[in-house]
Nanobody
Framework: QVQLKESGGGLVQAGNSLRLSCAAS????????MGWFRQVPGKEREFVAS????????YYANSVKGRFTISRDNTKNTVYLQMNSLKPEDTAVYYC???????????????????WGQGTQVTVPS
């Protein structure tokens, strides 16, 4: 059983940056691929980024490619999402998640994740 807890959300002006962290406990962190998803009210949870268990492969949604960077530190059981050049459309609750699936194709889909954090709000006013 892996417990995940996000932090680092908040209100930030458009064009600025924010870094989200997700601390894992209670399981084997480096056996799981990690992902970040986001959700706004009335919409489905949307894939943002994922990273392999070793950190050597990362994938991004087209909407954030070039602006967001996912990384992980397996010595600290933590995954990060560095968000630069933020836009109002990035406003959402951001969730981190852990997946035991071994194929990267699985990591784009929310139902393929076994564990989820409680989410952290990111607000970018227009």
């Amino acid at each position: 059983q892996v417990q995940l807890k996000e932090s680092g959300g908040g209100l930030v002006q458009a064009g600025n940056s924010l870094r989200l962290s997700c601390a894992a406990s209670g399981g084997t962190f480096n056996n799981h691929a990690m992902g970040w998803f986001r959700q706004v009210p009335g919409k489905e949870r949307e894939f943002v980024a994922s990273i392999s268990w070793s950190g050597d492969m990362a994938y991004y949604a087209n909407s954030v490619k070039g602006r967001f960077t996912i990384s992980r530190d397996n010595t600290k059981n933590t995954v990060y999402l560095q968000m630069n050049s933020l836009k109002p459309e990035d406003t959402a609750v951001y969730y981190c998640a852990a997946s035991s699936y071994r194929g990267s194709d699985y990591w784009f889909i929310a139902r393929n994740y076994d564990y989820w954090g409680q989410g952290t709000q990111v607000t970018v006013p227009s």
